[in-house]
């Protein structure tokens, strides 16, 4: 057994007899029997033994609980789940080679200030499937003094293995240092790309580049930085460029549209199996 004291594990006497002991179980058994009118109350013991993996031990400090009728439940259940979600991750990790991977463009919003582009991923191919809860690996790179981004992420959902890989040549050049990312949410992945040099993009991508079908604009983040954006084109003087109420209002309009149609396709295909039942 390695060293148990740590910075952030104070020594109890039943960490003492742990190291103590050894593998001596006997010895284990007879010290923790003579102890535990102190042990009783240690709520470190039982989850390091169990995080050790240390079962026979665990095993006879929960018996020795139970004849004093010592409620011990919750400290298995923390060190037990600990342990299935670090076994399941390096499970996972090489559970499959790379090429077994099939790989998917994950739907993607964006919006932007004037200092950054914001993007947030989804591990799903569309907005309205789930997203992978499972990600690992997750990575992006960019080209300094390029407009190239990529990024890409695995998961496993189900007993299908996939990757996530975006690449996008964007409107203008960004650079690494200022960039920041941050996983949201389970199942999405948020990146704020600092641009090159400050100012409003009219689009996100390069013009000869063909905008994937699913993406999108992030609303919400958009009209955070709406007033931004706009006091930007007015001290520019930019005609073109100042209708950005009205782009908002459009996009608005368009998500609802989609909306209202896809719950319009829902209902008629619910009334249609509901029919076939009759």
């Known amino acids: ?25 006997k010895e284990f058994k007879q010290r923790i029997s003579n102890n535990m009118f102190e042990i009783k ?21 929960m018996l020795e609980l139970s004849k004093r009728g010592i409620n011990f439940r919750d400290q298995v259940k923390i060190a037990t789940q600990s342990v299935i979600d670090k076994t399941k991750s390096l499970y996972n990790n090489y559970r499959f080679d790379e090429s077994e991977f099939a790989t998917v463009s994950p739907a993607f919003q964006w919006a932007q200030n004037t ?17 992978c809860l499972e990600s ?36 203008g050049k960004i650079k ?9 949410s389970v199942g999405r992945y948020e990146i704020k790309i600092k641009k090159e040099t400050a100012g409003y993009w009219k689009r996100l991508l390069d013009p000869e580049m063909e905008s994937p079908r699913n993406m999108r604009m992030w609303l919400e983040m958009r009209e955070k930085y709406l007033e931004e954006i706009q006091k930007h084109l007015d001290q520019h003087d ?9 782009e908002i209002e459009d996009k ?24 076939d039942d009759l």
């Open 1 to 25: 057994i390695q060293s148990i004291h740590s910075q952030d594990t104070p020594i109890t006497n039943c960490l003492k007899i742990i190291k103590e002991t050894k593998h001596d179980f």
């Open 41 to 61: 109350n240690d709520t470190q013991c039982l989850g390091y033994l169990i995080k050790k993996g240390l079962v026979q031990e665990a095993d006879f400090l």
């Open 115 to 131: 200092e950054y582009i914001f993007l947030q991923i989804k591990y799903s191919h569309r907005f309205d499937a789930p997203g």
């Open 136 to 171: 690992m690996n997750e990575h992006f790179s960019m080209q300094e003094n390029s407009n190239k981004f990529e990024f890409h992420a695995f998961c496993i959902q189900g007993e299908t293995p996939i990757k996530f890989y975006l690449a996008l040549d964007l409107f």
């Open 176 to 184: 690494e240092e200022g960039t920041v990312h941050s996983s949201s």
């Open 238 to 246: 930019s005609d073109e460029d100042k209708r950005v109420d009205q």
């Open 252 to 275: 608005k309009n368009e998500s609802l549209e989609n909306t209202t149609k896809q719950e319009n396709i829902e209902k008629e295909s619910k009334e249609e199996a509901h029919n």
